[in-house]
Structures are given as structure tokens and as C-alpha cells.
């Protein structure tokens, strides 16, 4: 239980009404900033401007998985008031206060580091990342069958990169009956992609692997799927790109070639906004009992 812990919970979308939600069965005294426009209230918890909450009281604060943005701005589906988050805000926590986001910034990093406040990634963590792969194939899988007219069964799929998502993505759609290739260029990965009964190819050989391709699934966070590859795809090729902004293709030269290229970001918040929300309120809570008894002993 969390009792006696006080936690701010700050702004972003349906996912951090699970945190809430969680975080109340636990018996946390909650701060909701940024959810005056949510009609829904929470027994024990006050919604409450920025500028009133009393920051001095605060054991954790909990931002969206967004974090904030480069000036502080924290964004919310559940008001329209402007929130800034600062270093000074921060400085008056208790000097345990532990900050927790999805993701971070340099301003993000830099308030905390200057207010000497822990700042913890949730999205970071291996546990939230692979939990993530699995909202986030069901979305991949969405996506092909909407920009295709074949099946994914029996398919050539090439899945780039075999990491997290990577990995589940490749897995999945090698299940629903693809002709899975894996371009990775770790050789355990090209061993662990041979024993899944997939075949894996070396990311330097990428544009000679992708003749005969009919979806192309990037995961990785560079510029991979250049020119130079997408010139050799056959015109029919569907690529869907799950990297991070700005993702690993070059759209422009896609749309240039007539190849459909879709960038794909926040799939879990977009098809299954309330698993996403409890897999981060899961490995949260998780994160701030563990805390709570370390510093209680
Ligand atoms: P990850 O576990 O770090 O995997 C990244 C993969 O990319 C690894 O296989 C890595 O290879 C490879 N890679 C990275 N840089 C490379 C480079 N320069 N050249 C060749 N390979 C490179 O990350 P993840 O959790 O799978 O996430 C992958 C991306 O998807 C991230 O950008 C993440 O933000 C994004 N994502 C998107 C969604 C969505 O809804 N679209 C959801 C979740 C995550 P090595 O192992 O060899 O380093």
C-alpha cells in the first residue's frame, strides 16, 4: 500500500487515468494537475491548479508519459489551462521526491538534475518497452491490413531491427502465416532469429534483401530504409515505420517512388489506450512500493 505517500500526477491522456486509478487503490494521496475539464473524480484525490499545489509536500511526481516539453509544458487531454513545470516547482519537493516519465528532454533532464531530484524513464525499461511490443504489433498488424490488399499470411514480410519491438513484431506476424525476414547485425540475433525459424540477413546487405517485399516493418531509430533501399522495392511494397520520430525512412523519396510509407508513433495510446495505461501503472506502482518500503525500511 502507499498510504501516507503524496503524489502529484500531472496532465496527459486516457493511459494516466489508469496510473490514477491504480495509485488510489493503493491508497496514495493523489494531486491531479491538469483534469479540471475530466468530469470523473477520484475518491482521496484533489484536482488542483499548478500554482496551488503545495510542492513541499510532494513524495513522487508523476508526469505523462509525453514528459514535458522543451520549455516545461506539460500537455493534457483534460484542460485547456497552460501548465509549466520548473526547476523551482521541483527544488521545493522533499528532497527524496522521485520524478517519473515515459519518456524525457534535455530541459526534462536538466531541471532535475539542477534541482538534484532521481528522474526515472519509465519507457526506458525493459519491462515497459516489451510489455508495449504487444499493444503495439496488434496496432502494426491493424495498420497492413488497411493499407493492403493481400494477407499478411504468406506475405513477405521483413521485420528491420530485432530489439523489443523488433522481435515481437517479427514473432507475431512469422504466427499469423508471413514469410518473416529479420535484418539485424548482432550474430546472436542472427542465431536467435534461425532458431525462431525466420531468416535473419545482415542490416549491410539490406538493399539486396528486399526484392521481393511486400511489407517492409522498420524498428529502428535511424535512417536505414534510405534512397538507395526503397529504389529496389517492388512498387507494391507497404512500409510501416514504428521508430521513434522522425522514424527510419526517407518519405520523401517514398512518395517520390509512389511507395506507401507510413510513420506509425504512439500505437499503444492509440489502439489500446487503457492496456497501455495499466502497463505503466503496473510497473509504476510497482516502482513506488518498492520505494516507499526502501525509505521506510
Ligand atoms: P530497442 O529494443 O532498443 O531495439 C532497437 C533495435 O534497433 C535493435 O535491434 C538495435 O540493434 C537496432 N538499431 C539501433 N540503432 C541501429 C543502427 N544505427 N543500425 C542498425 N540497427 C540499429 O528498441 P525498441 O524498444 O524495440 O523500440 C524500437 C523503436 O520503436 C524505438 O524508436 C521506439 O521509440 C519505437 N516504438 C514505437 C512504438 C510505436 O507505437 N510506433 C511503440 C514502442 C516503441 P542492436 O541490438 O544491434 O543495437
Known sequence: MLTDLHIAVFGGDARQLEVIRKLTELD???????????????TGASKMDIDEVDFSKLDSIILPVSGTGLKGEIDTIFSNRKMILTEEHLKKTKSHCHVYSGISNSYLNEIALNSNRKLTKLFERDDVAIYNSIPTVEGTIMMVIQHTDITIHQSNTVVLGFGRVGMSVARIFQALGARVKVGARKSEHMARITEMGMIPFHLDNLKNEV??????INTIPTQIVNADVISKFPSHTLIVDLASKPGGTDFRYAEKRGIKALLAPGLPGIVAPKTAGKIVANVLSQLLINEFYKREG
Do not use: N, S, W
Request: proline share 0%; hydrophobic share 35%.
Open 28 to 42: 496514495a494521496t493523489l494531486t491531479l494537475i491538469g483534469y479540471d475539464q475530466l468530469d470523473h473524480g477520484f
Open 211 to 216: 526484392y521481393e517485399t511486400d511489407v517492409c
